[in-house]
């Protein structure tokens, strides 16, 4: 038996079908995965993301610690609320985990990472605060909701305002990649759709309350094969399948998320990647898009004129109703590739993702 | 729950085939199939006139979730496929019994029907397998 998050009983009365997901009993879907992947898109669903791992940073130097932990810089938190995602490297320069880091007060941040990824995370955060005099806290008291969807914010917001008076006023004015609450009732423009959307952490006591109330309110109950879609759909990497301790972030379309100016900001991987790219980054995280029928899916060869690659994940895109992956391809890979799929070779594009975004199609099928 | 028509024959690996009274046979997945699969997004069915033994993967379905090779029952040519599905895959999760059936068989060997479960025999298994 896996973990449990403060709604298992919800999940498993709502007739959930359960599945482990980092070490924990998470719902998967309630029904069908298609019409809760619709739901987000097209209006409002909800996710309990209470396996993923909340974690405070408080200390005077904390601001100088997280400058020195993650690959993306901190300093670019100027006002507070404002969100950041980031990898979190190794000396190699390989991704310990990915994580959003809110700045909420100069000596306080608040960080959300993988659950899966915890234990190691909290060790290698806590081995290198010690130094910064960093306390490091895992809020196991909290729990977790994102609820995702053009309606989803007018949706919850008369519910915060039930649990704390305003809180639903200021989710309605949030910017996006903004969060606004204190060390109880947290909520932030933040998610992992492609869509409009809250993250709502509140003690883990009060969240089954919520959750019921949500769904009384119209926001339909959605698994987490429906976070993959809709995560794919958004261009959004997934630890673990996208990367990991052995890739650098170079290698893994996050390149965008590493911030190598100041050239003065020491981070840990810093030197690795600086090697990596002066050697040559030797393979690069590209989009695809099937252009026969079948399905994509993590593992599948990738065959190209530079050479061999891998998919790392695959789907049936439910709002194109193509196939749809990310691949890790040689480098010197052009716009055309071929995927065996069950022996046979299916030829596939190479896209610029976010492949949806808003309810949108960003690329032509 | 799922249902187990009586009048259907099955496999344990989830597929049901129904006898016509022309000597041909149907096939296709079980609701606890389609349950389990979740979602199906593509079909596969295998080419008019491929000859398949019993026991071969003939057809492939494809959920949201994972690809599932499809077994033909028994031996046989194939004599006909839905092309229903190409269009609208979900026919296998709305009607698996109905509209959802796969494809057709000419049998090479009736005689193997004779080892086939039938629906109490079928529904042991799926007791086995919780």
Same mark, same amino acid.
């Not at chain 1, 405070?56 to 901190?74: C, H, I, K, Q, S």
């Not at chain 1, 790392?312 to 590739?337: C, H, M, N, Q, Y």
């Given at each position: 038996m896996g973990h449990r998050t403060p709604l298992f009983d919800t999940h498993v009365s709502a007739g959930a079908r359960m599945v482990d997901f980092g070490g924990f009993d998470m719902p998967v879907n309630y029904g069908s995965q298609i019409e809760e992947h619709h739901?987000?898109?097209?209006?409002?669903?909800?996710?309990?993301?209470?396996?993923?791992?909340?974690?405070?940073?408080?200390?005077?130097?904390?601001?100088?610690?997280?400058?020195?932990?993650?690959?993306?810089?901190?300093?670019?938190?100027?006002?507070?609320?404002?969100?950041?995602?980031?990898?979190?490297?190794?000396?190699?320069?390989?991704?310990?985990?990915?994580l959003i880091v809110y700045f909420q007060r100069d000596d306080w941040f608040r960080a959300v990472v993988n659950a899966g990824t915890q234990e190691k995370d909290i060790a290698w955060i806590k081995q290198h605060a010690a130094a910064f005099a960093v306390e490091i806290n895992v809020r196991k008291d909290l729990a977790m909701v994102a609820v995702q969807g053009p309606a989803a914010r007018n949706k919850a917001a008369p519910l915060l305002n039930e649990l704390v008076n305003g809180l639903g006023t200021a989710a309605l004015q949030l910017k996006p990649f903004f969060s606004v609450g204190d060390d109880k009732y947290f909520v932030a423009w933040t998610g992992y759709t492609g869509e409009d959307g809250l993250e709502i952490m509140l003690p883990a006591t009060e969240?089954?309350?919520?959750?019921?109330?949500?769904?009384?309110?119209?926001?339909?109950?959605?698994g987490l094969g429906a976070r993959d879609t809709l995560r794919l759909e958004a261009g959004m990497n997934l630890y673990g399948n996208d990367m990991d301790e052995n890739l650098s972030p170079?290698?893994?379309?996050? *390149?965008?998320?590493?911030? %190598? $100016?100041?050239?003065?900001?020491?981070?840990?991987?810093? &030197? +690795?990647?600086?090697?990596?790219?002066?050697?040559?980054?030797?393979?690069?995280?590209?989009?695809?898009?099937l252009e026969d029928r079948g399905v994509l899916r993590g593992h599948q060869k990738v065959v190209t004129p530079a050479g061999d690659g891998e998919?790392?994940?695959? *789907?049936?895109?439910?709002? %194109? $109703?193509?196939?749809?992956?990310?691949?890790?391809?040689? &480098? +010197?890979?052009?716009?055309?590739?071929?995927v065996d799929i069950r022996g046979k070779l299916l030829p596939a594009r190479v896209v610029q993702y976010p492949f949806v975004r808003n309810g949108k199609a960003k690329i032509q099928t | 729950m799922s249902s187990t028509p009586a009048n259907l024959k099955y496999v344990k690996t989830h597929e049901w085939l129904r006898v016509d009274s022309d000597g041909t046979v149907t096939i296709g997945i079980t609701d606890?199939?389609?349950?389990?699969?979740?979602?199906?997004?593509?079909?596969?069915?295998?080419?008019v006139g491929r000859i398949c033994n019993a026991g071969e993967a003939c057809a492939v379905v494809e959920s949201v979730k994972a690809a599932s090779d499809i077994y033909a029952p028994i031996g046989g040519t194939v004599i006909a496929s839905n092309g229903e599905l190409s269009g609208a895959p979900e026919l296998l999760n709305q009607s698996p019994y109905e509209g959802g059936w796969i494809f057709k068989l000419k049998p090479s060997n009736p005689a193997e029907l004779n080892s086939l479960l039938d629906a109490k025999a079928y529904e042991e298994v799926l007791k086995s397998e919780a």
């Open positions: 739901a987000v898109r097209r209006d409002a669903g909800m996710f309990d993301v209470s396996h993923m791992c909340i974690i405070d940073l408080r200390g005077p130097r904390t601001r100088e610690f997280l400058r020195y932990l993650l690959a993306n810089d901190v300093v670019k938190l100027v006002v507070k609320g404002k969100a950041l995602y980031s990898c979190m490297l190794n000396e190699r320069g390989g991704v310990i985990d990915d969240v089954a309350s919520l959750w019921k109330k949500l769904l009384a309110a119209g926001v339909a109950q959605c170079l290698e893994s379309g996050l *390149t965008w998320t590493v911030a %190598l $100016e100041p050239k003065d900001r020491n981070f840990i991987g810093r &030197a +690795a990647l600086e090697q990596q790219m002066k050697a040559g980054v030797p393979r690069k995280l590209v989009g695809l898009l998919v790392t994940s695959g *789907t049936f895109s439910p709002t %194109l $109703e193509r196939s749809i992956a990310f691949a890790r391809v040689p &480098a +010197a890979t052009g716009d055309k590739v071929q | 606890h199939a389609q349950h389990a699969l979740g979602d199906v997004v593509f079909v596969d069915p295998p080419e």
